[in-house]
């Protein structure tokens, strides 16, 4: 069965860095396209940047496009959510998401078309 557990989330000042990680367990990772959502207190999850299978394609929400950086690294069943230039309204709690992917190297950008979540990861930016 496919498990996803996400690590990095903390406390961290307004212009700084976190890096989370999402480690993926089970067959077939390199073949999974992947997603990073958040959900802030009071307001619905939404995208933060989506990945497909090969890393060779990449979709950020406007929001953090210029600040995060989506990486996989396939032979450690990783992805990655590089966060740089944090704000207080980055708080939230931030998920990994996985789809197998068919045989085109797409990103999905849908909450709704993910198959399996991680737990989530508490990210707190202070001002």
């Known amino acids: 069965q496919v498990r996803l557990v996400e690590s990095g989330g903390g406390l961290v000042q307004a212009g700084g860095s976190l890096r989370l990680s999402c480690a993926v367990s089970g067959r077939a990772f390199s073949r999974y396209a992947m997603g990073w959502f958040r959900q802030a207190p009071g307001k619905e999850r939404e995208i933060v940047g989506a990945i497909s299978w090969s890393g060779g394609r990449t979709y950020y929400a406007d929001s953090v496009k210029g600040r995060f950086t989506m990486s996989r690294d396939n032979a450690e069943s990783t992805v990655y959510l590089q966060m740089n230039s944090l704000k207080p309204e980055d708080t939230a709690v931030y998920y990994c998401?996985?789809?197998?992917?068919?045989?085109?190297?797409?990103?999905?950008?849908?909450?709704?078309?993910?198959?399996?979540w991680g737990q989530g990861t508490q990210v707190t930016v202070s001002s």
């Open positions: 998401a996985s789809r197998p992917s068919d045989y085109s190297d797409e990103y999905y950008a849908r909450e709704s078309e993910y198959y399996r």
